[in-house]
C-alpha cells in the first residue's frame, strides 16, 4: 500500500511540508488546475509540479484528474480533438513518472453536497447530503447553489448543457464511455499508466441526469468495456458506501482480488434512512463502515496501489477548502497507517 494526499497545488493553504510528516506518507495526488478541461497540458506546468512535489521528498505518481470534456459524455463530433488531447496529456503525465490516472464520467457536475459545514456533536464539522432538500429543486431556477456543481458554468451554459442531455440517457453514456475507454486505454497501456474511474459520488441520478458508476453490476459492465489492467477503479468506500444497496466488502474483496484497483479512497459515512448521509471521522464507529474490515479484505488480496484519506472534517478551529484540511486527514492517514502496519504485523488476515 502506497500511503497519498490531495493537493491542490501552490495555492493550497495545506503546505506541501506538513504534508510530508504525516509518517510514512508516499505520495501526492494533484493535477494542472489552470487548463480548461479538454485541452493538453505543458510539460512546463507537469515539471513545475513534480519538481515541487519531489523537493517536498514525495512521489509524483498519481494525477487526480485529467477532466473528461463534456463533449465527450455527450458524444458530439467534437470528441475526437478532445479524446486525442487526452491520450497527449496520458502520453506526457506518463513521462514524467505518472503511474496512476483518476478521472470520472459525471455529466454536468462532479461530487454533490447540500452542506459543506454541518456541525457535528463533537464541535467539528463535515460535508453532508440532505435528501429532503434536493427534492423539488429546479438546477436551472438560478436560485439553487450546491456544494460541488462546478462554478465555472454559467447560467446559460448549465441551461444548455441540459437541454443536451436531455438526449442521453444512461445507454447512450454507457457507449461514449465506451467509445473514449477505447480511445484512451492503448495510450495509457503504451504510457505504462494506469486509468482509475471514480464512482459517481453519491451513486444515483440526480436532476435526472443519469449516473452509471454506481454498483457492483455496473463496475462488473465498465471492467468489460475495454478488459485491460489499465482499465481500473478508484474505488471510494464514502461515494459507493453512501449507497446501502452496495454489498461493499464484498466489492472491495472481488475487485482488489481481480487486481483492478489501482487506487483507494479510504473514508467513512454515515448513511440515514431516506437516503442522506454526512462524512464522518475515518474511525469505524462513527459511520456506517467497518474501516478495519476494509482494510483486512485489501491487505489479504496483496493490495499495493495507492491509497488516500479522501476527506476529512474541519477540526481544532482550522479554515480552508470544506474536505481537504490538514488536521483530520492526517488522523486519517494515521489511522489507516496503524491498521494496516498491525495487519502486516499479524500475518495473513482472514478479513
Excluded at 464522518?280 to 476494509?294: E, K, N, Q
Aim: charged content about 25%; some cysteine.
Amino acid at each position: 500500500m502506497k500511503l497519498s494526499f490531495r493537493w491542490y497545488g501552490p495555492d493550497d493553504p495545506v503546505a506541501l511540508e506538513k504534508i510530508r510528516q504525516i509518517p510514512n506518507m508516499h505520495s501526492i495526488v494533484t493535477a494542472v488546475y489552470d487548463v480548461p478541461p479538454g485541452e493538453v497540458w505543458s510539460r512546463e506546468s507537469i515539471a513545475a509540479l513534480k519538481a515541487q512535489v519531489e523537493a517536498a521528498g514525495l512521489a509524483f505518481e498519481v494525477i487526480e484528474s485529467v477532466p473528461v470534456h463534456e463533449d465527450i459524455k455527450l458524444g458530439r463530433p467534437t470528441r475526437g480533438r478532445y479524446i486525442a488531447n487526452y491520450c497527449e496529456n496520458i502520453r506526457r503525465l506518463g513521462e514524467a513518472g505518472v503511474r496512476c490516472i483518476c478521472y470520472n464520467f459525471m455529466p454536468v457536475f462532479d461530487w454533490t453536497r447540500t452542506e459543506l459545514a454541518k456541525r457535528q456533536a463533537d464541535g467539528a464539522t463535515a460535508l453532508a447530503y440532505d435528501a429532503s432538500r434536493l427534492e423539488g429543486l429546479d438546477p436551472l431556477s438560478g436560485e439553487l447553489s450546491l456544494p460541488g456543481w462546478d462554478s465555472s458554468y454559467k447560467k446559460e451554459e448549465l441551461r444548455a448543457l441540459f437541454e443536451a442531455y436531455a438526449g442521453v440517457d444512461a445507454e447512450r453514456l454507457w457507449e461514449n464511455l465506451g467509445y473514449f475507454l477505447h480511445g484512451v486505454i492503448p495510450a495509457a497501456e503504451a504510457a505504462g499508466v494506469r486509468m482509475a474511474i471514480h464512482p459517481d459520488d453519491p451513486p444515483w441520478e440526480i436532476f435526472g441526469l443519469p449516473r452509471i458508476i454506481t454498483t457492483e453490476e455496473n463496475l462488473d459492465r465498465l471492467l468489460r468495456l475495454y478488459d485491460s489492467p489499465s482499465n481500473g477503479l478508484a474505488f471510494c468506500t464514502g461515494s459507493l458506501g453512501a449507497g446501502a444497496f452496495n454489498d461493499l466488502y464484498h466489492m472491495v474483496d472481488k475487485y482488489s482480488a481481480m487486481g483492478r484497483i489501482p487506487f483507494m479512497h479510504v473514508r467513512n459515512v454515515r448513511r440515514y434512512p431516506d437516503g442522506s448521509f454526512e462524512e464522518t471521522a475515518h474511525y469505524s464507529a462513527y459511520g456506517s463502515l467497518d474501516m478495519v474490515r476494509i482494510l483486512s479484505i485489501l491487505h489479504r488480496n496483496s493490495f499495493d496501489g495507492y491509497m488516500r484519506p479522501d476527506h476529512g472534517r474541519m477540526i481544532w478551529g482550522e479554515s480552508g477548502r470544506p474536505g481537504y484540511g490538514l488536521y483530520d486527514r492526517a488522523l486519517g492517514a494515521a489511522y489507516l497507517n496503524g491498521i494496516w502496519e498491525t495487519l502486516d504485523k499479524l500475518g495473513p488476515s482472514r478479513g
